[in-house]
């Protein structure tokens, strides 16, 4: 089905590096279902963030939010599945972690927007785009998951 190969951009911000959450995070992708396409562990250029959050670029924590994302390395990944944007941003509740319910990652590991731990791409358009900064198109890898059967009917 075409539809479950829909993709998204998510990215482990560096205070979910530091704080030893990478784990926890990929563990629940992986088990909800969704498949791993791409990973890449960097010290991001300044360049790539300030065009990863161009639409920010006047709010006033713009340059704050460039200064956090570079301070230390960022996990990038694209993650496949049916609805995987719309469930990806649901799996990481809401911006505000004082929003977010508990069960959701961003509910259960952190407290201040500033400090969010985890990035997800909010559309199926704005998804395109993020992959496409972060990743050369041979970085995504083409692969059939021996589970797909067992996820969708
Ligand atoms: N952010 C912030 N202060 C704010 C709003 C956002 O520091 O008042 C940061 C936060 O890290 C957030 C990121 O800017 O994740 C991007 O903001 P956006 O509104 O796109 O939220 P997201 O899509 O990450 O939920
Ligand atoms: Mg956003």
Not at 15 to 44: H, N, P, S, T, Y
Request: glycine share 10%; aromatic share 10%; charged share 25%.
């Amino acid at each position: 089905m075409p539809g479950n190969q829909e993709r998204t951009f998510i990215a482990i911000k560096p205070d979910g590096v530091q704080r030893g959450l990478m784990g926890e995070i990929i563990k629940r992708f992986e088990q909800k279902g969704f498949k791993l396409v791409a990973m890449k562990f960097q010290q991001a250029p300044e360049e790539l963030l300030k065009q990863h959050y161009i639409d920010l670029k006047d709010r006033p924590f713009y340059s704050g939010l460039v200064k956090y994302m570079g301070s230390g390395p960022v996990l990038a990944m694209v993650w496949e599945g049916l609805n995987v944007v719309k469930t990806g941003r649901v799996m990481l509740g809401e911006t505000n972690p004082a929003d977010s319910k508990p069960g959701t990652i961003r509910g259960d590991f952190c407290i201040q927007v500033g400090r969010n731990i985890i990035h997800g791409s909010d559309a199926v358009a704005s998804a395109e785009k993020e992959i496409e900064l972060w990743f050369k198109p041979e970085e995504l890898v083409a692969y059939k998951s021996c589970a797909e059967s067992w996820i969708y009917e």
